[in-house]
């Protein structure tokens, strides 16, 4: 059986989420789930193919990967660039 499903959460931060408590988030729903579903499911990012999805698990029972983490802390900083104050140049 295939599963599709969306799942948006109003947070009321004042600011963009972070990689890591975005992690804690999906980490949270997908625990719910998997007791709603009476399942234990394992939770990969998207791949141009299967094989290469499955390299790439976003979390285990107990902690986040870390390849997972710093590749959203990349998309992170492309969407929520952080600037330092300095006209003319973006921190990094």
Avoid at 65 to 76: A, D, H, N, Q, V
């Amino acid at each position: 059986m295939k599963m599709n499903f969306m799942i948006e959460k109003k947070m009321g931060w004042k600011s963009a989420i972070t990689p890591e408590e975005l992690l804690h988030l999906f980490r949270e729903i997908s625990h719910n789930l998997d007791c709603m579903l009476k399942t234990k499911k394992q939770w990969y990012e998207q791949g141009s193919s299967r094989k290469q999805a499955l390299k790439n698990q976003v979390f285990s029972d107990t902690a986040f990967s870390e390849k997972t983490l710093l590749r959203w802390g990349k998309e992170y900083q492309k969407d929520y660039p952080y600037w330092g104050g300095d006209m003319g140049r973006r921190a990094r």
